[in-house]
């Protein structure tokens, strides 16, 4: 009994010694940084700046009790905020920071937790952004100063995190754009000013495409009057060359022009197979079908016999 009751005594000390053991020990990690806490006060700050090495530590046994921080950088999304810039125009900013704790103490006597750190922290970058936006113009916040609006606010931001414990490792905008019903009514802007300007070049070109059709029209006017103008004048010119030389031929031999001329009248006046001649075959038409040198028989008439339907002169 005796016995019994000892082992059950040892079981209960070596219980009671591995529990305290257990309770008494504890680890900070390479990305931890940690509290010792002795009845809420802190009595050390471990592996903060590197003279206290991450591993294995021991505390007092329920009198102490263990903070751990994260020694990371940690991330901030900002909510998407409307600013309205200097030069009146309301943007919609969505921001992001990051950012590390630096003094765990400090952090834990103002905030003590992640959760209220953000809070804080989103008020400050709010603010921040707010008071540097509304003095700079949208141009600049976009394209020409971002970078420099953008460590200007961090400066800020962190002048303010400091009291936390906490610094501002980074902290950007993502995007910066005009509202929904500004992006619309811009849109709508700009289509009507450019359907505008290209309704100006439309009409540009159409005035500048009939002065080209009419300078053309007039041109082709010109050629075609100038065209007539020639050919009448070679038309002209050759009917007189023409008559020239058909009177230089009869002055040179009028028994030979006469029979050329009667012959023309041969070839155009029987041309075809339906031509029909009612005139006599006496006729001076004919004269160089009866005789070779084209001289009328004696007694025959010079014209056409009456009654006939149609005649023809003598060969000019």
Known sequence: MNGQTLRTGLAVIAAAIA???????FTVGQMQQALVLQFGRVRAVLNQTGEDRPGLYFKIPFME???????????????????????????????????????????????????LANQRLASFTNSALRNVLARSTRD???????????????????????????????????????????????????KTEREREAADIRANGDQIAATIRAKADRDVTVLLAEAQQTAEKLRGQGDADKNRILAEAFGKDADFFAFYRSMQAYETGLKGPETRLVISPTSDFFRYFSDPQGRAPQGSATRSEPGATGSTQPAR
Not at 19 to 25: E, H, N, P, T
Not at 175 to 187: K, M, T
């Open 19 to 25: 529990l305290a053991l257990y309770a008494s020990v």
């Open 65 to 115: 009790n263990v903070v751990v921080f994260d020694k990371r950088v940690l991330d901030l999304d900002l909510p998407v905020q409307t600013l309205l810039t200097a030069d009146r125009q309301n943007l919609e900013v969505d921001a992001f920071a990051r950012y590390r704790i630096i003094d765990p103490l400090r952090f834990y006597q103002s905030v003590n937790n992640i959760a």
């Open 140 to 190: 600049a916040i976009v394209k020409t100063e971002r970078t420099r609006l953008m460590n200007e606010i961090q400066e800020d931001v962190n002048r303010q995190a400091k009291a936390l414990g906490i610094q501002i490792v980074d902290l950007r905008m993502t995007r910066v754009d005009l509202p929904a019903a500004n992006s619309s009514a811009v849109y709508k802007r700009m």
